[in-house]
């Protein structure tokens, strides 16, 4: 059985489909080209295709590669959306938060936005405390 495709991979590809250019991938992945390079043929190697065109100027996708490409930006983009999904979640504020305060304050400044506080921040639970004021 062939070894698993690994999403690094597809972001090596990615990477010199975008610039062409291995050090230039390298450098916007912060490692070195050599890396690169070895993931890009490990890459070909697994699918059984040549991705691209290798030349002194640089690197042009094959037809293969064109069609790779895509699969590979769906594959991207469902990456960064489960973890857009769990860096909101885990930084949704939650909680209960108590604010004391004047009672005049209370009724005239904070009462009247509670509402929107609320839709900005469903998951805390604001308790009032006001004083009398003498």
Not at 88 to 93: C, E, I, S, Y
Not at 111 to 133: D, N, T
């Amino acid at each position: 059985m062939k070894n698993p495709m690994e999403w690094d991979d597809f972001k090596h590809f990615l990477a010199v489909a975008r610039t062409g250019s291995l050090s230039e991938a390298a450098r916007g992945l912060k490692t070195s080209a050599a890396t690169v390079g070895r993931r890009i043929t490990a890459l070909e190697n697994r699918l059984g295709a040549r991705l691209f065109d290798r030349a002194q100027t640089g690197y042009t996708l094959t037809e293969s590669g064109e069609a790779i490409r895509l699969k590979a930006e769906d594959v991207e983009e469902a990456v960064l959306s489960v973890e857009r999904e769990a860096f909101g979640r885990d930084l949704r504020a939650t909680g209960k938060v108590r604010v004391a305060t004047a009672e005049d304050i209370g009724s005239f400044v904070i009462a009247p936005r509670l509402a929107e506080f609320h839709q900005s921040y469903p998951g805390i639970v604001l308790e009032l405390v006001s004083k009398i004021g003498r």
